[in-house]
């Protein structure tokens, strides 16, 4: 019971950074490789909180509202210029992004490793058939929950969420009806952004916090939006939680073998499914 605690927290923090990534390419039709950044900065913001302001909770809206607005400022400064352009700019921009959100981090914080405590409410742990559960797990596991229930229900209830499936099928049309979707498209960005700090904030007492965290979880996010499908929210909860508890019964079982066995068989099911398990097929002839 414990290693599926391990798995299912795991792909809980896997899809809250994977559903961010989702829903950017969705609407911006760009691949962000500064998603991670925001990801090491909601971590980092958690030890400042812990450590200075003395309060582990006052991270989240500090991290919502740092990383919203430097997000918000990555797609005014360097997408908004750049969508006619090709990919390949676009990812070098994202890139050099990324490299400047960890200078900062680097130059605040510096390159130390960082421990950030479990809150106190959450610090015990209980027993559940047998075993001891770690509360804070239950926690991570609570919040995850609740983002894929909201953000279910943001995306297909709400005006917000028609106009973000509007947006990611035909923005142009979208313009032509009298949206505004240079600015839709900096608050989806800046959303996601601060999606991916929470994230961070949330595993910082689970890990240490250095500059290089973000780095594998930036790779397993993206492994989850191309097996799901690019812009598929639902695809993404699915595939986050075969890959949460593969990794965690990995990890006992085979411990030497989980990447090759995880990305082997990633690539063979992209063999079979270019498109991602609820991937749209695209004519291109």
């Given at each position: 019971?414990?290693?599926?605690?391990?798995?299912?927290?795991?792909?809980?923090?896997?899809?809250?950074?994977?559903?961010?990534?989702?829903?950017?390419f969705?609407?911006?039709?760009?691949?962000?490789?500064?998603?991670?950044?925001?990801?090491?900065?909601?971590?980092?913001?958690a030890?400042?909180?812990?450590?200075?302001?003395?309060?582990?909770?006052?991270?989240?809206?500090?991290?919502?509202?740092?990383?919203?607005?430097?997000?918000?400022a990555?797609?005014?400064?360097?997408?908004?210029?750049?969508?006619?352009?090709?990919?390949?700019?676009?990812?070098?921009?994202?890139?050099?992004?990324s490299?400047?959100?960890?200078a900062?981090?680097?130059?605040?914080?510096?390159?130390?490793?960082?421990?950030?405590?479990?809150?106190?409410?959450?610090?015990?742990?209980?027993?559940?058939?047998?075993?001891?559960?770690?509360?804070?797990?239950?926690?991570?596991?609570?919040?995850?929950?609740?983002?894929?229930?909201?953000?279910?229900?943001?995306?297909?209830?709400?005006?917000?969420?028609?106009?973000?499936?509007?947006?990611?099928?035909?923005?142009?049309?979208?313009?032509?009806?009298?949206v505004?979707?240079?600015?839709?498209?900096?608050?989806?960005?800046?959303?996601?952004?601060?999606?991916?700090?929470?994230?961070?904030?949330?595993?910082?007492p689970?890990?240490?916090?250095?500059l290089?965290?973000?780095?594998?979880?930036?790779?397993?996010?993206f492994?989850?939006?191309?097996?799901?499908?690019?812009?598929?929210?639902?695809?993404?909860?699915?595939?986050s939680?075969?890959?949460?508890?593969?990794?965690?019964?990995?990890?006992?079982?085979?411990?030497?073998?989980?990447?090759?066995?995880?990305?082997?068989?990633?690539?063979?099911?992209l063999?079979?499914?270019?498109?991602?398990?609820?991937?749209?097929?695209?004519?291109?002839?």
């Amino acid at each position: 019971m414990g290693t599926a605690l391990i798995g299912i927290a795991l792909a809980m923090i896997l899809f809250l950074l994977a559903a961010g990534v989702t829903i950017i390419f969705g609407v911006l039709g760009v691949i962000n490789f500064a998603h991670a950044s925001y990801f090491t900065l909601g971590a980092f913001i958690a030890f400042e909180a812990s450590s200075s302001l003395g309060s582990f909770w006052l991270a989240f809206p500090l991290a919502i509202l740092v990383a919203g607005a430097i997000g918000a400022a990555q797609e005014i400064l360097t997408f908004r210029p750049i969508y006619s352009y090709p990919y390949s700019l676009q990812l070098i921009a994202s890139l050099g992004f990324s490299i400047l959100v960890l200078a900062g981090i680097h130059f605040v914080w510096g390159i130390d490793y960082k421990n950030v405590p479990q809150p106190h409410a959450f610090s015990a742990s209980v027993a559940f058939l047998g075993t001891q559960l770690s509360t804070y797990r239950l926690f991570v596991i609570g919040v995850g929950l609740l983002a894929c229930v909201l953000l279910s229900w943001i995306i297909e209830r709400t005006p917000v969420g028609l106009l973000i499936k509007a947006a990611s099928s035909n923005s142009n049309m979208l313009a032509c009806l009298g949206v505004n979707v240079p600015w839709l498209r900096t608050f989806v960005l800046a959303a996601g952004s601060a999606v991916a700090a929470v994230a961070g904030v949330i595993v910082a007492p689970l890990i240490a916090v250095q500059l290089d965290m973000g780095s594998t979880m930036l790779l397993d996010s993206f492994l989850v939006v191309v097996l799901a499908g690019l812009g598929s929210v639902k695809g993404a909860i699915i595939v986050s939680l075969v890959l949460g508890m593969s990794a965690a019964y990995g990890q006992l079982y085979f411990p030497d073998w989980i990447q090759f066995l995880t990305y082997g068989l990633a690539l063979a099911f992209l063999m079979l499914r270019p498109n991602g398990l609820f991937g749209r097929k695209v004519r291109v002839a």
